[in-house]
């Protein structure tokens, strides 16, 4: 299946380059964050970022420029010549962060085709990038956007279009929108475009590029699907974005065929009785206790959750310990923190790295 999209995918002209965004510091997924860069967390097994570089490479695309800035160094470690993946990978440091304009604005000189695909480095999803390129070609646009429809637009970019499907006004984050179409992070740009973003200084695409274009009357087209799409931006979407992959519900050319209620690594140790379930993930050399439930968790390499815990809808970051009867719903644990017998965590906690609570120490009942 994947080698098939493969052969039919080396179609694609190699006019074609790609730039994906991963200089963001990540914030609303702290603390998972402080130590890695959000495109770099595990999701279903691998770098979140894998996802995206083999949609890209399934669509033919082999020269992809990656843009960072925060934590640079951990991508070129990872991923080096990207001859792994089948692509040509080069990095382009921003000193300080440049933004989403200028950090495509950094790497023109990198850039050689005509027609050159850029991505928000936290989104998952299945559009076949080959069908936004034919967007592009067909409408003979200056910018092809991909926009998804959402229930709740409110917190993204709201992007209304004509009966041809061209951009007529872009709003970001507005509190009454008029559509529910959104900004999916993905675009198509002419290169002459890229080269009229202001050099040197934080330019923002979504507050100051894209309404400058529209200002000046340029076309900008919208491409529009129906595809599986998250941004994966908050602890809430990763959990969910990573039990989509493990469930096969969000489409991977990085995973195969390989889907079911949960998705244990090697080196990982289960006791009896416990239950995965809801697209839980537990990662390499980590420990579930006897009769632990876990629905939708994320457990990170090496972590332990004790007997009887129950892992909600929840990050458990590297080398972490959930205690003996514990319970942590929609919750954020850092890296190596030690949670305590019988504590429970709910509703958007986040505890630091390293941070140890005791035994009983925190509880949302009296019971006992
Ligand atoms: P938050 O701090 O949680 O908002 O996350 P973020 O910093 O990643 O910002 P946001 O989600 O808005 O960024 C969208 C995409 O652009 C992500 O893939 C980021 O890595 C990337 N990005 C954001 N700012 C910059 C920047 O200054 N330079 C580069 N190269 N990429 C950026």
Known sequence: MVSDNLVEGTEVPPAVQ??????GKGTRLRPLTLSAPKPMLPTAGVPFLTHLLSRIRQAGVEDVILGTSFQAHVFSEYYGDGS???LRLRYVTEEEPLGTGGGIRNVLDELTADTILVFNGDVLGGTDVRDVLATHRSSGADVTMHLVRVGDPRAFGCVP????GRVTDFLEKAQDPPTDQINAGTYVFRRSVIEEIPPGRPVSVEREVFPKLLAEGRHIQGHVDHAYWRDMGTPEDFVRGSADLVRGIAPSPALGDRHGESLVHEGAGVGPGAVLIGGTVVGRGAEIGPRARLDGAVVFDGAVIEAGAVVERSIVGFGARVG????IRDTVIGDGADIGARCELLRGARVWPGIQIPDHGIRFSTDV
């Open 324 to 327: 003996p009867r514990a319970l």
């Open 18 to 23: 790609a730039v994906v965004l991963v200089g």
């Open 84 to 86: 792994k993946l089948g």
């Open 161 to 164: 279009t004509d009966e041809n």
